[in-house]
């Protein structure tokens, strides 16, 4: 073990041991809770995000334009147990030992998961440091974007819910064809009413083609259409279980009320368990409880993927905002839905970017959400977007190339990433000219992509070495601009 790696070992144990003696202090009921959602697309990066805002506020990162720490009125924060016994912790500390000792990014989760942060700091008004140090609980709870996709299915029956998914279907056969035939050579099983075309078999194959079509959206260029069920892409604890194995059958020619063991009437059911069991549980104990939200988004994997990436990520996005509405659904207002009343649109990932382009991809996403948030905040919510980087990976550097100096990005590549016909093992430093983001801001207004997209230059780098202080401490994960996005989120509430 080398003499930094036990270093990290030594001061792990330390945090472990101070988070034991705080989790022992009593926990007083009055102190104000703020409920943080943190979503987005798989691989959006929200794991990383969560890591790296708890490593920064616990161990105090720099973090200039977050204005409590700035003015010097951060106490300290600390993790406490877990306040909700039925929902999975947020395995900070596995997180973080991934990222900082293994220099690997954590692995993937597919599940919703919860932390409590508790903030300690002085008030900045008169009254407010008079009344002693303030606190603060910060739930962070990180859930799969996919399951957003679900809202809509709380008003809509297995044959409305069926006759909206084929509208979308018909009008792709390049990605539904499979399924679709599928349906056709079975469709004198499917309406059999004698209970012969009612079996798993056949459910099985009918749910497995839809999923293939769903997946297909997702892999396509037309990359980020984002369709119900959300389960489907995303199936968290719910993998292989009847309530997903089902699919939307062509009810136009089927009867009105299906024969009790007929495969139609089985599909109705699974649809219906499915609302029952998954959407409405996680819209009633999670969803309905978040008081501010993160939704991160992937703008190179779009700018990569060329044209219709962008537009149909625009579509994404108004759809996730959709379900932030207040009022957007009677069902979430009839379970007493909190007010989201602060939402943010993270860009993640901008380490991959020269500078001088984060203000690019900050006003083209800007672009995406403009229309949503401008209906959001007719209803009270503020809504604002950004590009940051939870973990910078990269430095900017200036390197000479024929003849004219430009930006280019050092970092460590992961094991196996090649560039320029070069693959790397994941020891060696490579510096990249990481590409122009186009000028414009307007996605209408961007030029052809050309062919693979815009040319953003893409290597997917190791996380960073961390950096020691002279007095031998392990510096915070670095960032770009994750202190602005805390001064979104948390500013007015440690006022
Ligand atoms: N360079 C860089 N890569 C990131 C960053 N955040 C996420 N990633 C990459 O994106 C992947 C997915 O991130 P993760 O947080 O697991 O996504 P999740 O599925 O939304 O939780 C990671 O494995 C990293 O490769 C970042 O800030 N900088
Ligand atoms: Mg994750």
Not at 352 to 374: F, P, R, Y
Request: hydrophobic share 40%.
């Amino acid at each position: 073990m080398s003499k930094l790696e036990r270093t990290f070992q030594y001061m792990r144990g330390e945090t472990r041991h101070a988070l034991k003696n705080i989790a022992q202090t009593t926990e007083d009921l009055t102190t104000p809770t703020i409920r943080l959602g943190v979503t987005g697309l798989a691989r959006a990066g929200k794991t990383v995000f969560i890591t790296s805002l708890l490593h920064n506020l616990i161990t105090g990162g720099r973090l200039p334009l977050f204005t409590p720490m700035a003015s010097g009125r951060l106490a300290r924060a600390y993790l406490q147990p877990q306040p909700d016994d039925d929902v999975p912790r947020f395995d900070y500390e596995d997180h973080l030992e991934q990222l900082v000792d293994e220099r690997l990014w954590p692995a993937s989760t597919k599940q919703v998961s919860q932390l409590r942060l508790t903030i300690e700091y002085e008030s900045a008004t008169f009254l407010g440091r008079n009344l002693g140090t303030g606190r603060l609980h910060l739930d962070i709870v990180d859930y799969p974007g996919e399951w957003l996709l679900d809202l809509p299915l709380l008003s809509q029956d297995f044959t409305s819910f069926s006759a909206a998914a084929f509208a979308r279907a018909r009008a792709r056969p390049d990605l539904a064809g499979e399924w679709l035939a599928l349906l056709d050579a079975n469709s004198a099983a499917i309406a059999a009413e004698d209970g012969s075309g009612g079996d798993e078999q056949l459910a099985r194959a009918l749910a497995a083609a839809f999923t293939d079509y769903l997946r297909r959206c997702r892999l396509d260029d037309n990359a980020l259409s984002m369709l119900p069920p959300g389960r489907f892409l995303m199936p968290g604890e719910m993998a292989d279980s009847p309530a997903l194995t089902f699919c939307p059958l062509d009810t136009a020619a089927l009867p009105r009320r299906p024969a009790p063991d007929s495969l139609h009437a089985m599909m109705q059911r699974r649809y219906e368990a499915y609302r029952t069991h998954v959407v409405k549980p996680f819209f009633k104990h999670h969803f309905a409880k978040l008081d501010r939200q993160v939704v991160l988004v992937d703008m190179l994997q779009a700018l990569n993927a060329g044209e219709h990436a962008l537009d149909d990520l625009q579509t994404a996005l108004h759809e996730i905002l959709g379900a932030f509405k207040p009022g957007s659904s009677s069902w979430l207002r009839f379970i007493g839905a909190r007010r989201i009343d602060k939402i943010l649109f993270a860009a993640t990932k901008a380490d991959h970017l020269q500078k001088e382009d984060h203000d690019k991809m900050q006003a083209l996403l800007g672009t995406l959400v403009a229309n949503a948030s401008a209906r959001a905040s007719r209803h009270g919510a503020q809504v604002e977007a950004m590009a940051l980087a939870s973990v910078r990976a990269t430095r900017q550097t200036m390197l000479r190339h024929d003849g004219d100096e430009l930006p280019a990005l050092i970092g460590t590549p992961l094991p196996g990433e090649t560039l320029d016909g070069q693959r790397y093992d994941g020891t060696e430093q490579a510096a990249l000219f990481p590409g122009d983001l186009p000028a414009s801001t307007d996605p209408h207004t961007l030029p052809a992509a050309p062919e693979g997209g815009y040319g953003v230059n893409f290597v997917r780098f190791r996380p960073p070495q961390l950096r020691q202080t002279a007095e031998g401490m392990t510096c915070a994960l670095p960032h770009i601009r994750m202190d602005r996005a805390l001064d979104f989120l948390l500013g007015d509430k440690l006022a």
